[in-house]
């Protein structure tokens, strides 16, 4: 039951990620032309449009990320059973876990005081960009619990540890 | 200001990196452990709150230069997809084919073409790996000379512009993009020319195979063809640098030329490898810029207790010349490279560093080169060279093993690097070919 509402959770979340992606070209696009053509009005919220769906992005990304275990990782351990394995990502997700609590908490705060107020040329209102900090702690939490919950399983041997990934997968968390 | 605080620089500096590298060893994500190492001064420091964290995240977030680094992955991940990267291999095997070693020279080639399509070396290390290792294994190649030079030439995607490393570095520390971009051309050419002669050297000692010349028709036809790929990079730099459009907009642009080109003239994109492509550059830009603002707020805390001052006030009193500062930037860069991701990397010990190069006289485009060389050397050096793992794994080899090629390989682009430093007009040259103020 849980478990089908946080797969569905993150398929809409990243239905929602692939769709700010494709928006953010429309705003930057529409700025180039109208600076060179006389088709359309030189818009003055183009920039603007453009960073808002830009925060949309990272957050969201940054929001699956941690499900799909892509964020970049130093290994400096050797190799250690699968068990060893899941009882060091249980430690590292209660670090991470502190964090997303650090976003959920100063979150809400970030976002209750930006509700009055307005961006300065497409006036939107400024909370638009400030609730993905609540809602990326939120998501933190509740992907990281479904993981610690299966890799304590492993740890007490009461399941099989999940297939092995390779390093590919591991550090598709960098782009350089 | 460092009279007001609670904590002095030493205290403050002690406890952000202790714990920085500390949850490194437990294996927390580093934009995780970036962040959580500013937390416990801004819940200690009076004046701060979490809060400020949250504050910095969003400054680092809300920032139009910075968008261009979706736009540049989404420009590589549509001409991946869509078929452009045979069309590149047929002009590479056409031009070098018929040198010493003619896949390997090949492979070193495609990688200068990328280079100037894409801004990311790991990319470009996944894409190679999977077309070259099993290809020079078939020819008779050695197995960790194939990882290796397919490792080290992925590096050039970083070097080479468009880069994402220097739009982070000109967005971060205000430096010009267009400038960076062709101050990289000349050092990135130098490195991929001293890849090939290390190729041929190899080659000649252990008799790797060679093919026949192409015919002059045959290299005509396969350049016809690549014409419109290789348009991208002259409309993203010559865009920037003309000044018809800003960083992000040129990016844009790029965005849209490969969308059309991949479905309207080579025609193979589907609706399907488009949402793939959009998905994937969604995924890696939500993870590597979600780093960018947690060590934007490290950095933020770093200067707030004027940490950088205190580190470089011993190094200030070596009284370095611009030479061997030069040399000592690089020496930092390239241990810290060994070990972060190149993004945080710029941002943590780039802003530190600046005040050093200032001091010194070293012009600012000089610096970020010295500093995106040695951090792009760092992307196949152990134990964190991505390039390399993920060549190695792609050939199902452990790095160890390919340690030594990689080593040999390594030794002649230290010489450029050394070159760079040395000799600023290498990467100044282009710059300056242009009137102060226009870039």
Known sequence: MLRALTRWYSRALTWLLTASVAILIFPVSLQIFSRYTALIPSYIWTEEMARFFFIWSILLGAMVGIREGTHFVVDLWPALNSRAQAAIRVVASLFVLVFAFVFLWWGIDFTRFAFNRISELAELPLWYIHLPWPIAGVTWILFLGEQMWDDLRVVAGKARPPPLTGPEDEIRGSIT | MTGATVLDPGTASIIMFGVFFALLVLRVPVAFALGLACVPIFVIEDRLTPQNLVQETFNAYNSFILLAVPFFLLTANLMNVGGITTRLVRLSRDLVGHFPGGLAQVNVVLSIFFAGISGSSTADAASQSKIFIEAQRKEGYDDSFSVAITAVSAVLAVIIPPSILMIVWGGLLTVSIGGLFLAGIIPGLLIGFAQMATVHVYAKLRNYPTYPRATFFETVKAIAVSVPALMTPIIIIGGKIFGWFTATESACIAVLYAAALTMLVYREMDLKGLHHALLETGRLTGVALFCVGTASAFGWLLAYYQIPKALLENVAAWGMGPIAAGFFIAGVFLVVGCFLDAIPAIVIVGTVLEPLAKSVGMDPIHFAIIGIVSLAFGLVTPPYGLCLMISAHIANMRVVDT??????????????????????????????????GTL
């Open chain 2, 403 to 436: 340690l030594k090629d990689v080593m040999i390989m390594l030794i002649p682009m230290f010489l450029v690097l050394a070159l760079i430093i040395i000799f600023p007009q290498i990467p100044l040259f282009l710059p300056r070919l242009f009137p102060p």
